[in-house]
């Protein structure tokens, strides 16, 4: 979720055999480590001030078109949203801005009015906010400026015990180069109220779930929790991990649930700005474990203490009663996000693991790439928006998934396989050594030490070996990530 995530590393695991050992982990970790997101220690989220460098060859070419799209019988195309999450509120920004209108529906929006407390903190890379800039340039500049600038920052991998880096990377360079916005973190809570405001509360309808809906030729209808239904002519599922809308389409499928990354823990700190830091400590537990709203600080403190200061400090001056526990899921990716007048978009469409923090991100690429698909219908083939038919609509939204689906498929097997490499990740060998020969060795201490511990700890070689394959690959790799497609 963030630039100014610290992947503190400190994981173990004994293979029988040192060759085996050596290959399983030289792979492993040059595939983790290509897949890392933006990560940064504690000791360098010190507040800083940046001016950053624009271009006049920037991603603004497409911008979202600011325009009455009435018909010429007099009818605006009808988006329908379920859920009023960052997906959802980016696609009804997008849509009021194109003319067309929109209702969002949403369960409870306690989170932006402040009311909630699990909401973390949104990373938004370089290409997210040159998208936002495209749907509207004064919600994306003030988005900008509540958000903190964490793309200027160093950014790498460091290691959990010794708080050593053992790679550093620029996320600075490729958004001067395209000159886009650099990459920034924001609390959840601020970006989705900025968002609310800019659609307008009377577009987002509160305590409306949606708990089911039906499509035919020529409108979707949609049916609320409280009763109440709506019509329109699109349906777009922006409701999450555990969406109704996807389940609807394509039948229910259970979260991948995840509650740990590495063979038993890492932390992530991020800097969100005004003074404030938000941090995840990821520790493995069993499926169904029981979950704990107290005593949650001595547990982390017991399962780090052994990790460098900086981690064992953010810990130890948290609050008890600002630590909350939870599961974490993602889910499978699908073959397609919609069918004949619904479409999918966010986490509805593709869950991802936090790790990488790139959920957000992936959301707001989504909302501007399916809007500029239904500009394009709107504009090139129908002045009689009541004649816009379900196979149109269909083949638009193919379109979008075209555009979208191998960017997002590639960052979510990513983020999973991140997940999994990393439980492979260590950074000494534990050697085993032959008894020590006594015409070698007079030293009786010696031989006495040397015969309760056989073995000795030596530099892990793949560490090398990964860090000089991240120097080749890693620029035009985070390039691809972090500027995103155009």
Partial sequence: MAETMTNVLAMTRNYEEYGLKVVKNIISIMAYLQSLS??????SLRLRGFRQRRS??????????????????GKKLKILIAGGGIAGLVFALAAKRSGFDVRVFEKDFTAVRGEGRQRGPIQ????????????????????????YVTGDRNNGLADGKTGEWFVKYDFLTPAVVKGVPVTRVICRMELQSVVVNAVGEDAVINNSKVVDFVSDAHKVTVFLENGQQYEGDILVGADGLRSTVRSKLF???????????????????????????????????????PVFHTGNKNMLLQRYRDWCDEVVTVIRKTPEDTIMRRPIYDQ???ASWGRDRVILVGDAAHAMLPNLGQGGSMAIEDCYWLMVELQNLVAQTHPMLSEISSDELDLAFRRFEKKRMFRVRTVHSICR???????????????SLPPPLPLLFNDEHYCRRRRRSRS?????????IANQALLLALPKFMDWV????H
């Fill in 251 to 289: 039948g229910p499928q259970e979260p991948k649930y995840k509650v740990f990354l590495g063979t038993n823990q890492f932390l992530v700190a991020l800097d969100i700005g005004k003074g404030r830091m938000q941090w995840y400590a990821f520790v493995k537990e069993a499926r169904e474990s």
């Fill in 124 to 147: 938004l890379l370089c290409s997210a906010l040159a998208l936002l800039e495209r749907i509207d340039r004064d919600v994306a500049r003030e988005v900008m400026e509540a958000g």
């Fill in 56 to 73: 006049s060859k920037g991603l603004m070419s497409e911008a979202i078109k600011c325009e009455s799209r009435s018909g010429t019988d």
């Fill in 332 to 334: 499978d990716m699908i």
């Fill in 456 to 464: 000795m700890k030596v530099k892990h070689p793949a560490l090398f």
């Fill in 38 to 43: 933006l990560n940064v220690c504690p000791q």
């Fill in 417 to 431: 396989m991140a997940s999994f490499m990393i439980s492979l990740y260590q950074t000494h060998l534990q050697i």
């Fill in 482 to 485: 972090v500027v995103g497609q």
